[in-house]
């Protein structure tokens, strides 16, 4: 019973955090100097080209990381919220920073995707995000306007052309 009851209150402090969340998502619309497209110019981030020349020294420490997926956190494991995205192990994570704040095992582990981040300005979370063959998560969003996500892809299985994300519309 007590456990109903807990799990009633958070999804009612999640509800009222994602209609503040929305509010502020509105704010960020109507003042955003750079509008809000579902996808931004690159040129805008100088840093993207370092990144992106990165990518091999990025790929190999994650494929060094895969032999042990088993034992990687499952995300909403993490971050409880994220139940409505995934509810089974087939969302696997491996945090660098979480809001601003650095995982020093996970940076030595990976020390050039850790040297890449920092070249990042503003950036407060970094993650391998990995999901398991057949994974299918649901069509979400962010919290807010905010927030901009930039996914690089580092495995793209076979046939590629059943894989995908959608952004926007």
């Known amino acids: 019973m007590a456990l109903r009851l807990r799990e009633r209150i958070n999804r009612a402090f999640f509800e009222l955090g994602r209609k503040i969340a929305w509010g502020i998502d509105d704010m960020f619309t109507r003042n955003s100097r750079i509008g809000t497209p579902a996808f931004f110019d690159p040129k805008l981030f100088p840093w993207i080209p370092k990144l992106e020349a990165a990518t091999p020294a990025i790929r190999r420490e994650l494929d060094s990381l895969l032999g042990f997926i088993d034992h990687l956190p499952i995300f909403q494991d993490l971050s409880p919220d994220q139940r409505y995205l995934n509810d089974d192990a087939g969302w696997k994570t491996y945090f660098f ?70 952004v926007g519309d």
Do not use: N, Q, W
């Open 97 to 166: 920073y979480a809001f601003g704040l650095p995982i020093p095992k996970a940076c030595r582990r990976c020390p050039d995707t850790a040297r890449v981040r920092r070249a990042i300005p503003g950036m407060k979370t970094a993650f391998y995000s990995i999901l398991r063959p057949g994974k299918h998560l649901p069509l979400h969003r962010g919290p807010y306007k905010g927030v901009l996500r930039l996914h690089l892809a580092l495995r793209i299985p076979e046939p590629r052309l059943k894989c995908g994300i959608r």
